[in-house]
Every structure is written in structure tokens, then in C-alpha cells.
């Protein structure tokens, strides 16, 4: 088992990692006890707690799911295409955006949410996922996407075809037959576009200036903390 492991691609470790993390929570869910009142608090992500601690929710979330159809989906859709974009960035980079993705996507959901002023939560890694969703999509248009697991389409269509579900979710299209976080899904996507872009090589005389700031940021905050 141990040699099994240390012989696995790294993609695999890590991606395996995550699906472990996000299969313990899934289990906490399905367990009765007193932990089910921590869950609710830090790993569902809720618009209206005032709880300033709750706010660490927003990252929690990320790999909660309540239901098995959710987080099958999730899981199967992480597997599917994760590999290649961990092979495409690296580790460190895959994990950075992975949060970076599910935040943007929490966060989206969040101001949604209080826009319209509407109960709700979220949980689920589906702004994460769909941000990857975007990144591949961005490098890999052409390749055949299985949308909705079963339609075969290119990935630039899937992406938009997602991004066009989303948007009219938003106002209500869909919600008598689904309830998901719509506005999760597109802030996701969109980190996943705009990281794309920044690190395309092609975009470089457009992005170079943005990462010269972001780069002396860094410094003056290396700086600050020193």
C-alpha cells in the first residue's frame, strides 16, 4: 500500500488528498452528535451570522457536502480533470488556486446572497472545481468535455454553455428544479479565466505591468513583517 502510494503521480497525491478531506466531512455530516452544531458554524458558509469566527467558513465550505449526489459530483468532476491542470501548474500553484478559486467563489456567493437579501448558505467545492473548469478550459478549448457527464461538447463551449446556466440562475430561472449557488459557480469560473490569462504567456506585455505591482507589494509586505 505504502509502495503503491510513493509510486503514484504527484497530481494523484494531492487531488487524493483533497477528496480525503473532503470525504471526512462528508462522513461528520452523516453522523448524528453535538459535533454537527461545529459543522454548521465553520463549515457552512452563512451571509447573516454575526459571528466574527464564522468567517473561516468561507474557506470550510469549500469542502463540505451534505449529500451524496453532491459530493459525488464534485469528487468525480475533481478526478476528471484536476490531473491535468496539477500537471500543467505544479502543486504549489494547483493548491494556491484551488483556494483561491473556492474563496472568490464564497465570497460571490456571499454578496449574492446579501444583495437580494435571501436566507441561505453555501457549501460544496463547486466554485474551486469549476474554477479549474475555467482554467482548463482556457488552455484546452478544443478538447472534448463531457457536459453534464454525458453530452460531448468542446470545453469552451461547456465553459460558456455554464457560464450562460449560471448567469440566469442568478435571477431565479432555474429554481424550481435545482437550488444551486449560482453565483458560487461564476466566481469560480472567473478566477479560473483570469488566472489563466495572467499566466499565459501570450498575455505578457498586457499582464507584465500588473505583476511588476504585485511583485513590489510583496516586497513592501515582506518588509512590514520582518
Known sequence: MKARYYNSPESAKTIGG??????????LWLLPGPHKGFLSKYFLANPWSKDPKSIVSMLLCNYSHMTFLHFFVNMYALWSFGNVVHSLI???????????????????????FSLIRAPGFSLGASGAIIGLAGLYAYFYPNT???????????????????????TLGLFGLWRTFCNFDHAAHLGGLASGVAWASYVDPRNRKYVQPLRNKVRKYKEKITQYLK
Do not use: C, M, W
Open 90 to 112: 505544479g502543486r504549489e500553484n494547483f493548491l494556491a488556486f484551488y483556494t483561491t478559486a473556492g474563496l472568490i467563489g464564497s465570497l460571490a456567493s456571499h454578496y449574492y
Open 144 to 166: 472534448q468535455f463531457l457536459l453534464l457527464f454525458v453530452i460531448p461538447v468542446q470545453a469552451k463551449i461547456a465553459a460558456f454553455s455554464l457560464a450562460t446556466f449560471d
Open 18 to 27: 483533497i477528496i480525503a478531506i473532503n470525504t471526512a466531512v462528508f462522513s
